[in-house]
Nanobody, 123 residues
Framework: QVQLVESGGGLVQPGGSLRLSCAAS????????MGWYRQAPGKERELVAV???????NYADSVKDRFTISRDNAKNTVYLQMNSLKPEDTAAYYC?????????????????WGQGTQVTVSS
């Protein structure tokens, strides 16, 4: 059993900052990719930022230079520091991870999602 538990969402004024956290727990062999997606009402879920176990990162153009993704491999935790927030950043933010588990003596990688945390940017 694997769980991704997010925290850190909330209401913030335009120009403000928030930090999201996502901790993976359970029977984990390794974690390759960890990242954040978001979904606004009436829109499709979109990639915000991802990071690999090797430390490489990728960002959506709309958040470059404002958001920073980081990761603590020892804690199986990924963070998203969000600065200079805009009303258009309002969405439910979801943590995602590609996690390898040992299953009947074999290694198997699956996708896991958190339950989502709401970020609202409004004055």
């Amino acid at each position: 059993q694997v769980q991704l538990v997010e925290s850190g969402g909330g209401l913030v004024q335009p120009g403000g900052s928030l930090r999201l956290s996502c901790a993976a727990s359970g029977s984990i062999f390794s974690i390759n990719v960890m990242g954040w997606y978001r979904q606004a009402p009436g829109k499709e879920r979109e990639l915000v930022a991802v990071t690999t176990s090797g430390g490489s990162t990728n960002y959506a153009d709309s958040v470059k230079d404002r958001f920073t993704i980081s990761r603590d491999n020892a804690k199986n935790t990924v963070y998203l520091q969000m600065n200079s927030l805009k009303p258009e950043d309002t969405a439910a933010y979801y943590c995602h991870a590609k996690i390898t588990r040992r299953n009947w003596g074999r290694l198997r990688e699956d996708d896991y999602w958190g339950q989502g945390t709401q970020v609202t940017v409004s004055s």
